[in-house]
């Protein structure tokens, strides 16, 4: 008994020190020290509730979530590719993911653009200057600004960079975020190598496409079946011109790729296109250039053949390389004939927006987000899957398989997310990536860049020169025309019928307002 009376004072005593200890130990009243104990216990509890909003939450609702891409054709193992990105998006996003590709052109535009004006939903879509039509659907509200997603997920910008990004601006808001790519463009061609090779093309020889004028002609003459040269829609030798567009491709209003020029044009029947116009008219008429050629679509189809010698395309480091992947292992040799320059041309070349009407913007924006940030996800869409359509050589160095027929879209990462993010074939240049930001880095910024036009003043007359572009570009890029003169004549004609000038002046009013904004 004695024992536990001096125990339970040994232990009044010890208590008695401690609080006593506690009191010596701090400057402020008892009520002070049970605030700081409450403060301590708050910002506990603050920070678990913080590391808990920082961890990635998985939706419990399985969501479709569909997906529109513009490319060579819906390869029969797009669906597989599906199942096995679903599986990996399962604790991540937990979506059923669909992907749609429609060929490029015409059959790319008319699905999509109509989908589009109908309301019709659906939750990812590539959208370009020549694809989709960005601007003018953006205007048009059928996709969703995507500033809040981009304030709050800051990942895009990042990656992108803030200028890229915002190069494509609309009325001060982003529609779609940019591939993050080569962010300077040129033009040339993609000779098939084995003919290249037969003829002795000299390619560091070729500074222009009359250069290769010879070769067309002993093409044209030792080659039954293949034609020299393939125009196919914008894709076409036109595009070696470089005008400096303020709108889509086929809406009038542009300048020439030179610093310093202010004064907006129309491109379509300036005198260097005429000529050019002429110089295809020759092609034409020479059978360089097949006759149906104003009809064709589909170039990376087309090329795929190979029944066709010259290409024109933009380029970039290891096009060549590239375009042997997409097209079935046809080698290829670049041709580089413009300089490199920095346009909006690039800010609006390959896009994803979020249409208006998706059900599920949220985890929309979330799957074009991991494009940027997930290595994994992206290389299923650049490449396919390992063991099925390509081996790994190494880390980050793939071999398509010879047997792949199941995915001919391999190696077309350039139209979505973070392309620095994909493997590199076996054939490709390995400090590939590195030459990209030396490309990106030494192109000349055109003076028009960030320049965003406003059609709201000139909406219809956008819409109706726009009409009239397409029925004529097609004949007059491939030299299908009887009378070059006499057709832009009419086409000219048609144009200012159509409130061309009335358009030319808008654009020239808030370029000018522009430039002043600048100095």
Request: include cysteine; aromatic fraction near 12%.
């Amino acid at each position: 008994m004695k024992f536990k009376r001096y125990l339970c004072l040994a232990l009044v005593v010890v208590f008695t020190m401690a609080i006593a200890l506690t009191g010596c130990g701090s400057s402020g009243s008892s009520s002070e020290t049970s605030t700081a104990a409450s403060t301590a216990a708050e910002s506990s509890a603050a920070a678990e509730s913080s590391t808990a909003e920082a961890a990635p939450t998985v939706p419990a609702e399985t969501v479709d979530l569909s997906w529109y891409l513009v490319g060579p054709q819906q390869d029969p193992d797009v669906e597989l590719i599906c199942q096995k990105a679903n599986e990996y998006l399962k604790d991540k996003l937990n979506v059923n993911l669909k992907l749609s590709v429609f060929s490029y052109g015409d059959a790319y535009n008319q699905k999509v653009n109509a989908m589009l004006s109908a309301g019709e939903p659906f939750d990812v879509v590539f959208t370009a200057s020549w694809a989709a039509d960005y601007r003018n659907n953006a205007q048009s509200g059928y996709f969703l600004a995507l500033d809040d997603y981009l304030a709050k997920s800051p990942a895009i910008k990042d990656i992108d960079g803030e200028d890229f990004l915002n190069a494509g601006k609309i009325n001060g808001k982003i529609y779609a975020v940019n591939t993050n790519k080569e962010q300077a463009h040129q033009w040339g061609f993609l000779l098939k190598k084995d003919l290249a090779t037969k003829y002795g093309v000299d390619a560091s020889k070729i500074t222009k496409m009359e250069d290769l004028e010879s070769v067309f002609e002993q093409i044209k003459k030792n080659e039954p079946g293949t034609y020299p040269l393939l125009p196919v829609q914008m894709d076409a030798p036109f595009k070696f011109l470089d005008w400096d567009t303020f709108s889509d491709d086929d809406v009038p209003g542009a300048l020439y790729p030179v610093k310093g020029k202010t004064t907006v044009v129309n491109q379509f029947t300036a005198p260097e296109s005429v000529a050019h116009y002429k110089k295809m008219q020759e092609y034409y008429k020479k059978g360089w250039i097949p006759a149906d050629a104003a009809t064709m679509e589909g170039q990376v189809t087309l090329m795929t053949s190979g029944k066709y010698f010259a290409n024109s395309s933009s380029m970039k480091p290891g096009k060549d390389a590239e375009m042997k992947a997409s097209t079935g292992g046809i080698e290829w040799v670049q041709i580089n004939l413009t300089p490199g320059v920095k346009s909006n041309r690039e800010a609006g070349g390959s896009m994803l927006a979020i249409p208006a009407k998706s059900k599920n913007p949220d985890r929309a924006f979330k799957f074009i987000e991991m494009l940027y940030t997930d290595k994994t996800l992206r290389n299923m869409f650049s490449f396919g899957l390992e063991g099925v359509h390509y081996d790994k050589v190494s880390e980050n160095v793939i071999k398509l398989r010879a047997d792949n027929k199941g995915y001919a879209s391999a190696g077309n990462g350039w139209r979505f997310g973070d392309q620095f993010k994909d493997y590199l074939m076996d054939n490709e240049d390995p400090q590939k990536w590195d030459k990209f930001k030396q490309f990106n880095d030494s192109a000349t910024a055109l003076d028009s860049l960030g320049f965003a036009f406003d059609k709201t003043n000139v909406d219809a007359e956008v819409s109706a020169c726009k009409s009239v572009v397409q029925n004529y570009y097609k004949q007059l890029f491939t030299g299908s025309v009887k009378d070059v003169d006499a057709e832009v004549a009419k086409f000219d004609k048609e144009l200012k019928a159509a409130g061309v000038e009335k358009l030319l002046k808008e654009m020239q009013t808030q370029y000018d307002a522009f430039l002043s904004s600048k100095k």
